[in-house]
């Protein structure tokens, strides 16, 4: 038996016990345990430190989440502050500084309908405060009868059973059908238009918007409102609505009187190039929902944005009931609330969104490469979000099991750069502060990867 007070915990007893005990998220665990995994140990900037001090640059921001880089002194400093403070304390019925002082912020760089911050861990659970919200809203109004979203083929807002059965990515939410309410359906729009008129385009927009009145015109007094992720599926490979899309489904949704949930956990904190994507296309929605990038990548946090009217329909007296019954053990901490006010002073004070501007310029031009390897199927890239699909030189999908995505990805790994993809899809979201140089070393690596694997396939 080890004796961690006599032994000392070694790398290999590391790699042991990971696969002895620990569950990893969106992991078959069957073949993890067969292979050799990356145990991070520290990080600095956009690097990461593996438990034998290799070094790998952080393509993914630690899962979409790190912003200004990794062990940032600013960071660290407003976290350590805090700590010297309190680590946390109830928000239930209670409150503490830096939530207020957060609130405060997250109102002022929001769209100006957005009014109010209810808090909560994950990007998961701030989508199922939206959908509760949201229900409750009519409810409180007595509009008992409304009970439905309509929702998007392909869409993805975590993995908790509301934020499932709101979501449609058949490979991860096929075998909880049977526990998931039902919505309403329109088409994944990036593969709707492909489809019908091989790219994004005006008509197919109109098309999309065309689908979603009829749903409206149906049903509109049994719905309660419209959710979908701001700008682009990421999760479903980065697949990128037609323009003004958005706008459109806002316009619909108010003339219909339907609630509007935008999901900004992936899109949020300036990945799309500005702050939030939802400026790009001058949308108010009725809840916005943040995660992710809010805490700079330090801490899990996440925020669900309203408007007055929701809000006031909440409003009554104690013995009325109509307040809001939702909340969670950590909601709106004091250490991830310190944190994410520090990650939004940088942003301001080092320009963060400026500099980002040519490095989104510079990605554009550098993926055309990617265009000269025969097993690229498809580009697509919102500001700093992007997807490289890998298909067969014929144009099918390669076999699931084939996991191409992973071996491209491991094989990057081999020369220090630190993916994970979407399926076949190579995905890049690279930390804001990334510097050019770095990132043409991502992509040079990425584009050896994928011919390392390939080039003996057909
Ligand atoms: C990651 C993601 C979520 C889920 O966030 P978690 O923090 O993983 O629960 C929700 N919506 C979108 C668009 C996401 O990308």
């Keep these: 038996m080890f004796d961690p007070l006599k032994e000392e915990i070694t790398p290999e007893i590391l790699e042991r016990w990971d696969k002895e005990y620990f569950w990893h998220p969106f992991t078959q665990m069957k073949v993890y345990r067969e292979e050799d995994n990356l145990i991070f140990e520290r990080g600095e900037g956009v690097y990461l430190y593996d438990l034998h001090g290799r070094k790998y640059i952080d393509a993914i921001s630690s899962l979409w989440c790190n912003v200004h880089g990794h062990n940032h002194p600013r960071l660290n400093n407003a976290l350590v502050k805090q700590l010297c403070k309190v680590a946390h304390t109830t928000t239930l019925g209670s409150s503490n500084v830096p939530a207020i002082i957060l609130a405060k912020r997250l109102v002022d ?75 309403f359906k329109l088409p994944s729009p990036y593969w709707y238009c492909k489809e019908k008129y091989g790219q994004l385009c005006e008509e197919c ?18 719905i309660i409102g419209i959710t979908l992720e701001s700008g ?7 697949l990128p609505y037609p323009k003004g899309f958005m706008k459109g489904v ?13 999901d900004e956990v992936a899109t949020g904190f300036g990945r799309t190039g500005t702050m939030f994507y939802v400026e790009q296309e001058e949308v108010c929605p009725d809840f916005m929902t943040l995660g992710k990038g809010i805490t700079g990548g330090y801490l899990p946090l996440a925020a669900t944005l309203t408007t007055e009217e929701i809000f006031n329909a909440f409003l009554g007296e104690f013995g009325e ?66 997807g490289i699909e890998l298909r067969k030189k014929n144009g099918e999908p390669f076999p699931y099991g084939e996991r191409i995505g992973f071996k491209v990805a491991y094989k990057a790994r081999e020369k220090g750069v630190f993916l994970r993809p979407l399926g076949d899809v190579m995905v890049l979201m690279m930390p804001l502060v990334i510097k050019t140089e770095e990132m043409n070393y991502v992509l040079d690596t990425l584009k050896w990867a994928i011919k390392e694997v390939l080039q003996k396939e057909d």
């Design 250 to 262: 806002e316009q619909l949704a108010k003339q219909y009187g339907v609630l509007l949930i935008v």
């Design 109 to 183: 760089i929001t769209p100006e309908c957005l009014t109010k911050v209810f808090y909560s861990e994950d990007g998961a659970e701030a989508n199922e405060i939206a959908l509760k919200m949201a229900y409750h809203y009519f409810y409180n109004k007595g509009e008992k009868e409304r009970k439905y979203f309509i929702t998007l083929s392909n869409a993805y807002h975590g993995d908790t059973i509301g934020a499932v059965s709101v979501g449609g990515i058949e490979i991860f939410h096929e075998a909880y059908k049977p526990l998931l309410f039902k919505t």
């Design 321 to 386: 009931a109509k307040h809001f019954y939702h909340g969670h053990t950590y909601t709106g901490n004091n250490l991830a609330c310190a944190v994410a006010i520090e990650n939004l002073n940088i942003f301001r004070d080092e320009n963060t969104l400026s500099l980002l501007q040519p490095k989104i310029k510079h990605l554009t031009e550098r993926l055309k490469e990617f265009w000269e390897l025969p097993w690229v199927y498809d580009i697509r890239q919102l500001g700093f979000m992007a």
């Design 205 to 222: 927009k109109e098309d999309l918007l065309n689908l979603l009145k009829e749903i409206l015109d149906k049903h509109h007094k049994e």
């Design 232 to 238: 682009i599926q990421a999760a479903a490979g980065m």
